[in-house]
């Protein structure tokens, strides 16, 4: 495999891992509902959850945007190889 092609399996298993967290996030969203579940550790929980939640959000949202950028940046280096001959 090249450079690249190993990159592009990395940020598909990236990918796929950041979506994996972001359902995972989102079924203890739906879990911790008023409905679900009531008292004081409830409402603790919900306040903290909340701080948390954006977090990990933010987090991720952070994540793709850099692996975005290493996807580009292998291909540019790629690309600049493949243009001056001097890639293995």
């Known amino acids: 495999m090249s450079r690249e092609s190993d990159c592009r399996e ?29 008292g004081p550790k409830s409402e603790r ?8 939640r954006k977090q990990i959000k933010d987090a991720v949202a952070n994540a793709r945007a850099e692996i975005d950028k290493a996807l580009k940046r292998v291909e540019r280096e790629e690309e ?9």
Do not use: I, P
Not at 12 to 36: M, P
Not at 80 to 88: A, D, H, L, Q, V
């Open 10 to 38: 990395d940020v598909r298993l990236l990918k796929k891992y950041a979506d994996e967290l972001e359902r995972s996030v989102d079924n203890v969203q739906s879990l911790c509902g008023t409905d679900t579940w009531k």
């Open 80 to 88: 600049e190889k493949k243009k001056t001959g001097t890639g293995n």
């Open 45 to 52: 929980f919900r306040k903290e959850w909340s701080g948390h």
